[in-house]
């Protein structure tokens, strides 16, 4: 396995010696017994490892190079995908994916973030840190959808909005600003999976939604631990620190209320396997969508309301 977590190095190891008695030439009984038992040990194991976690040690598999992107899961999860470029004010952000597809025969708009494959490809896309261009084009493929009656799907995987200065000069606060003004009242039902780095308001752009879906190993804060680590202790070194503090993960995430389910991936995270991810995934889309579906707009957007206006109210003496 390429691009192995510091913590994945023992099934590392348990891989290459399987690989090895795979791939001698003589059959024996022996070879057979001993592959079988590594093979045992190899699934005690890696369950043991990702029993126990850290949130820093979730964020590396968020992060992972080979974990599938968004339009990764467009390709397994819909059908007739269309995908809509640019935004008719600026230009086209590679960041942000978004276009028209078909799940179980119902027609959707379907917007994510898209951090990149190889090098070029994550240059291009801006390693998946949208400028205002691309939450523009976001927004305008919401209005598309709220015209034609079309639920909006939206998948986060941002480490944030880009902050450079062209970024600043376009508008990026004022993107933002807009995108959750508009998802907060769109008639039409929205669904957002975090499936991998939710980071900042450049995920929340497109998660004002009426569900808010997690995997199992996705992520989601207000800052980055790197960036929060930078201004309380003025040092990026204190970042596990700051991902232990943030409550980032989706069991703390489900324990506060902010994400509705937790999508369990397969075992070793999604990267071991997408197709399966995106089983689980669209499993978990068509049951919420449903459910959302059957509500009348004013319903959903009454509960859209009072879902973001309850999170972080507390109560105690």
């Excluded at 467009?74 to 799940?103: C, K, N, P, W, Y």
């Excluded at 973030?113 to 840190?129: E, L, P, S, Y």
């Excluded at 202790?233 to 204190?238: C, D, G, I, P, Q």
Aim: aromatic share 6%.
């Amino acid at each position: 396995m390429s691009n192995f977590l510091d913590f994945e190095k023992p099934l590392v190891q348990i891989e290459e010696k399987i690989r090895h008695l795979n791939g001698l030439v003589v059959p024996s009984t022996k070879r057979e017994r001993e592959i079988k038992k590594l093979q045992k040990k190899q699934v005690a194991l890696q369950g043991e490892i990702f029993s126990a976690l850290t949130p820093w040690q979730i964020l590396q598999i968020a992060r992972h190079p080979q974990r599938p992107s968004t339009l990764d899961f467009i390709g397994m999860i819909f059908s007739s995908f269309t995908e809509m470029h640019g935004d008719r004010l600026f230009g086209d952000d590679q960041a942000i994916v978004a276009g028209l597809a078909i799940l179980e025969g119902r027609s959707v708009a379907v917007i994510g973030h898209q951090k990149g494959k190889d090098v070029k490809d994550r240059i291009a896309r801006n390693f998946g840190m949208p400028h205002p261009e691309g939450y523009r084009k976001a927004l305008r493929m919401m209005q598309m959808a709220e015209r034609f009656d079309m639920p909006v799907i939206t998948f986060i995987d941002t480490p944030g909005a880009y902050p450079g200065v062209g970024a600043e000069q376009r508008g990026q606060s004022e993107a933002i600003a807009r995108n959750l003004q508009e998802m907060s009242c769109l008639n039409v039902p929205i669904l957002s999976v975090v499936i991998g780095e939710g980071g900042s308001g450049g995920a929340l752009a497109l998660s004002v939604a009426d569900r808010i879906l997690i995997m199992q190993y996705a992520v989601y804060s207000v800052i980055s631990p790197e960036g929060c680590a930078a201004i309380l202790w003025s040092n990026t070194s204190h970042a596990q620190d700051a991902a232990n503090a943030l409550k980032m993960t989706a069991t703390d995430l489900t324990q506060m209320g902010i994400v509705d389910e937790v999508i369990p991936e397969p075992p070793g995270a999604a990267h071991r396997d997408p197709a399966q991810a995106a089983g689980a995934i669209r499993k978990t889309l068509v049951k919420h969508l449903n459910a959302v579906c059957a509500l009348t707009p004013d319903v959903r957007l009454e509960q859209r309301y009072n879902r973001f206006r309850s999170i972080g109210r507390f109560t105690g003496g």
